[in-house]
């Protein structure tokens, strides 16, 4: 059966978790997958993609203060009508919420991390999940970092304060995958 979502199953198909729960959370998503709308924000789960933004000379990693979540996070979002493959979504987020016009996947084009994180209610949806598939983008450029508006400053850390900044165990799962290749 052809899937509508093809960059996103390629993505998944060579995707190897690293844990008992990020491969049951990859099982679920790939059963999204081709159930359907994968994308589609209707659902009670529905991907997202998100990166962690670092520079490789300094060492550093980007966190955005998330103002409904009220909470430092990873940059990164849903995709818009025709977006399939995770990577471009998180690029497009990524310099939109940072203005960062130079973001690159890095060190290579993988997921870092998939995870699916409870989304709680809010003033127009429901509580739901997003099957968030996590890259590592970096820039060249740290200084020429701009927030989206001012109520989602953004911060330069070291991968180890920013483990200690944020609050949700997943993103520090996350960045604790990305640490060791800062130190490389």
């Known amino acids: 059966m052809a899937t509508t979502h093809p960059a996103l199953a390629d993505v998944l198909a060579r995707h190897e978790p690293r844990t008992t729960a990020e491969r049951a959370d990859t099982d679920r998503v790939r059963a999204l997958v081709a159930a359907g709308d994968a994308w589609g924000r209707a659902g009670r789960l529905h991907v997202t993609a998100s ?5 490789p000379d300094s060492g550093r990693v980007l966190l955005r203060r998330h103002p409904r979540h009220r909470s430092w ?9 025709g977006e399939d493959a995770p990577l471009d979504v998180a690029l497009r987020e990524g310099r939109e ?5 130079d973001l690159a996947p890095w060190p290579d084009t993988a ?6 994180v409870p989304v709680p209610a809010g003033d127009r949806e429901p509580a739901h999940e997003h ?10 450029v740290p200084d020429s970092v701009r927030p989206e508006n001012p109520d989602a400053p953004l911060r ?10 944020v609050t949700e165990a ?10 060791p290749l800062l130190e490389r």
């Not at 968030?132 to 060249?140: C, E, F, I, P, S």
């Not at 330069?156 to 900044?165: D, G, Q």
């Not at 997943?170 to 640490?179: P, Q």
């Open 170 to 179: 997943n993103v520090r799962a996350t960045l604790e995958r990305v640490a």
């Open 131 to 140: 099957a968030d598939l996590r890259h590592v983008l970096a820039t060249a």
């Open 51 to 55: 990166a962690v933004i670092v520079h």
């Open 156 to 165: 330069w850390l070291t991968p180890r304060a920013a483990r200690e900044t």
């Open 97 to 101: 919420e940072t203005g960062l016009a």
């Open 111 to 116: 997921v870092a991390h998939l995870v699916i």
């Open 73 to 81: 996070l990873l940059v990164g979002g849903h995709g818009d009508p």
